[in-house]
Nanobody
Framework: QVQLVESGGGLVQAGGSLRLSCAAS????????MGWFRRTPGQEREFVAR????????NYAASVKGRFTISRDNAKNTVYLHMDSLKPEDTAVYYC?????????????????WGQGTQVTVSS
């Protein structure tokens, strides 16, 4: 079992920045690739970013590439999502997720463990 707890969400003006954190507890964090997803009301959860279990390979959704950065600190059992140049359309509940694979996935159903989500609201 892996428990994931997100933090760092909040209200920010367009053009601003936020850093989300996802703290993991339970089985070896470094055994899991990690992903960030987001969901807006009435929409399906969508892929945002993923990072390999070693932290050396990252992938991003086209909508956030160049603005968001995913990273991880395996010594602290934490994955981060640094978000710059935020836009109102980035408003969503953001979730981190874990999958016991080397590279992770862009498909939400591949992920085994999920956090409870943290709200990010970007005002125009």
């Amino acid at each position: 079992q892996v428990q994931l707890v997100e933090s760092g969400g909040g209200l920010v003006q367009a053009g601003g920045s936020l850093r989300l954190s996802c703290a993991a507890s339970g089985r070896a964090f470094s055994s899991y690739a990690m992903g960030w997803f987001r969901r807006t009301p009435g929409q399906e959860r969508e892929f945002v970013a993923r990072i390999s279990r070693s932290g050396s390979i990252m992938n991003y959704a086209a909508s956030v590439k160049g603005r968001f950065t995913i990273s991880r600190d395996n010594a602290k059992n934490t994955v981060y999502l640094h978000m710059d140049s935020l836009k109102p359309e980035d408003t969503a509940v953001y979730y981190c997720a874990a999958v016991p694979s080397a590279l992770g996935s862009e498909r939400e159903y591949d992920y085994v463990y999920w956090g409870q989500g943290t709200q990010v609201t970007v005002s125009s």
